[in-house]
């Protein structure tokens, strides 16, 4: 969950090679959980004929995995261990090349209508980090089988990304505690974003659609695994970033970031 709202919250380019001093864009921004909305999002366990655990967020990332301590691939250079702790509940460790992401836990309600997860772990930057959500029963009746959509979320860190003007109507973005960075213009070419903790062959393309409203998508290599509208408000104070996954639109989440 934190990267992608850390990676969907991408950046805000100009169309036009202003100064930094004339561009609102241009500046410290940092997310607002308290005016953010992140809930309402799903995804699916089911089993497999071979006994495995099946995800899928039912849009861009689906994959097997066991509850067996072993590692298994998901999605572009990335793995999970899932390991039982009880029967309801389970830790995982997700990593990215073999760096950890994150060390989580699940823990699902007596009666089998909640699950509760958290997601711990240390940024590039060494800060550390602890969200959490919680998920309700959408469908199935035991265990984590079932599809189950977020009703919570807490973001115990969060981020703040830096836009800086460059000549020729290029912008550089940067999220200093993920280290993460991407440059280029907003002309919807695909922008290489770089980082210790970026999937291999992750991009961002830009479209202006008004001076004050910009479009983007992110692709890993090529596939389209989210979408998202940045709006500045009027006072160039704050903008809102909605995003959403690729064919998944009534399930939109809405960042607040508010200039610092």
Do not use: C
Request: proline content about 6%.
């Amino acid at each position: 969950m934190r990267k992608i709202l850390v990676t969907l919250a991408l950046l805000a380019f100009t169309s036009a090679p202003v100064f930094a001093a004339d561009n609102p864009w241009v500046g410290t921004w940092k997310l607002d959980p308290s005016k953010s909305q992140f809930t309402g999002d799903t995804f699916t366990y089911s089993k497999t004929p071979k006994g495995m655990m099946h995800y899928s967020d039912g849009s861009a990332f689906a994959w097997d995995f066991g509850i067996d301590g072993k590692e298994y691939k998901t999605a572009e250079g990335r793995t999970t261990t899932w390991t039982a702790i009880s029967a309801t509940e389970w830790s995982s460790v997700s990593k990215l090349n073999g760096t950890v992401l994150s060390t989580d836990h699940y823990a699902l309600s007596s009666d089998g209508k909640t699950l509760n997860i958290t997601y711990a772990g240390t940024k590039p930057d060494g800060s550390k980090f602890n969200d959490s959500a919680t998920y309700t029963r959408v469908t199935g009746t035991n265990g984590l089988p079932g599809k189950w959509r977020s009703t919570k979320v807490t973001v115990s860190a969060p981020d703040s990304f830096v836009v800086s003007a460059k000549p020729n109507g290029v912008l550089h973005w940067d999220i200093p505690s993920y280290k993460e960075s991407v440059e280029g213009k907003p002309d919807g070419s695909d922008l290489p974003i770089t980082g210790p903790t970026v999937a291999p062959g992750t991009t961002l393309s830009v479209k202006m659609t008004t001076p004050r409203k910009i479009s983007y998508t992110v692709k890993e290599n090529g596939k389209i695994v989210g979408l998202g509208i940045q709006t500045l408000a009027a006072d160039g104070k704050s903008f809102t970033d909605v995003t959403w996954s690729p064919g998944k639109q009534s399930e939109k989440a809405t960042g607040y970031y508010a200039k610092q």
